[in-house]
Each structure stands twice: as structure tokens, then as C-alpha cells.
């Protein structure tokens, strides 16, 4: 190498010194920058299981509150005496808002963006199922109270018609009643009429 280089010995051995001390430069660098990369992985593993946990919480706590407000206002909805495609229109509109809020709500624990871990999607999925459930849940609280309203107002209007008919026939049983006395009546001064003026 002296030959082709001309270098000196002292020189060779500086720069021996100087690529062994890159080389571990190097070998540090990708060993505590793998180090840092996984303890960030295990922040971020204890970031995510504290949002899951937070979520859940949250979500929970806002279903809490929200769900009584929902149904109550269903249940007092639909006594109303007005007809059912009014009603259905209002508590159609009033899930659609509490489906919204409850999505917006959950998108403050889960930003829609930037979700790309699997263990991540995971503990979001936990949180997901919760809200999932409860919108379904005011979903078939709204429609058992607008098929069994719509059911119990068809029968309010049979009994009601049925009621009618009743009231025309109980009027019209006392006309035949009044009228049968009529002829009962003509028939009796018929034959008094019949014995004192025919011979």
C-alpha cells in the first residue's frame, strides 16, 4: 500500500484509528437509535392503550348521559296523538343527530387520519364496537316504537270506526224500534178503525 500510495506508516495507522472510530461511531448510532426506536414503539404502545382505555371511558360516560336524553324523547314522542308520518320524520331526523354526535365524539378519541398500526386499529376497534352498539341500540329503540305505534294507532283507528258503526246501528236499531211502535200503533187504531166504521 506504501508503494502505490505513497503514505507513511504514521499516517496508515492515523487513518486505521480514524475508520475504527466511524465504525463504532456507526455500530453506536444504529444501536441506540434502534434502542430509541423501540422505546418510542413502547410509548407509543402505552400511548395507544391509554387512549383505548380513555376512549372506552369517554364513550361510555357520553352514552351515559346521551342515551336516557334519546329515549325519553322517543318514548314521549311517539304518545303524541298526531299521525305517524310526522312523528317518524322528527325521531328519524333526532337519530341522525345522535348518531352524528356520538361518530364526532368518537373521532375526537380516533382522529381519521394517521391510524396505520395494527395494534393500534385493534384498541380502536374496541372503542368502535361501543359506539357501534349503542347507535343500533337507539336504531331498534326507534323502530320498535314506530312499528308499535304505527300497529296500536291502526288499532285506535279500527275500534274507533268500529265504535262509529256501533253508534249509527244502535240509532238505527231505535228508528226500527220507534217505527215497529208506529205500525204497532196504526195497526191497532187500523182495526178499531176497521170494527167501528166498516159493518
Avoid: W
Amino acid at each position: 500500500m506504501k508503494k502505490y500510495l505513497n503514505i507513511s506508516a504514521p499516517a496508515v495507522a492515523k487513518l486505521k484509528f480514524t475508520v475504527l472510530i466511524l465504525g463504532l461511531a456507526l455500530a453506536l448510532t444504529v444501536l441506540f437509535g434502534a434502542t430509541s426506536a423501540f422505546a418510542d414503539e413502547a410509548d407509543i404502545g402505552a400511548q395507544t392503550d391509554q387512549k383505548a382505555e380513555e376512549c372506552s371511558a369517554g364513550m361510555q360516560k357520553y352514552f351515559d348521559a346521551a342515551r336516557p336524553l334519546y329515549f325519553q324523547f322517543i318514548e314521549q314522542h311517539y304518545q303524541n296523538k298526531s299521525g305517524n308520518a310526522g312523528l317518524i320524520d322528527t325521531s328519524i331526523e333526532l337519530y341522525r343527530q345522535y348518531k352524528k354526535k356520538a361518530y364526532d365524539k368518537y373521532e375526537t378519541y380516533y382522529p381519521t387520519e394517521g391510524n396505520f398500526q395494527i395494534e393500534e386499529v385493534q384498541k380502536q376497534t374496541a372503542c368502535y364496537e361501543i359506539v357501534k352498539k349503542e347507535v343500533e341500540d337507539a336504531r331498534s329503540v326507534l323502530k320498535t316504537h314506530a312499528v308499535s305505534t304505527a300497529a296500536v294507532k291502526k288499532q285506535t283507528a279500527l275500534i274507533q270506526k268500529y265504535q262509529s258503526i256501533n253508534s249509527q246501528l244502535r240509532k238505527l236499531n231505535i228508528s226500527l224500534a220507534e217505527f215497529k211502535g208506529f205500525i204497532d200503533s196504526f195497526e191497532n187504531k187500523l182495526q178499531k178503525f176497521v170494527y167501528k166504521c166498516l159493518p
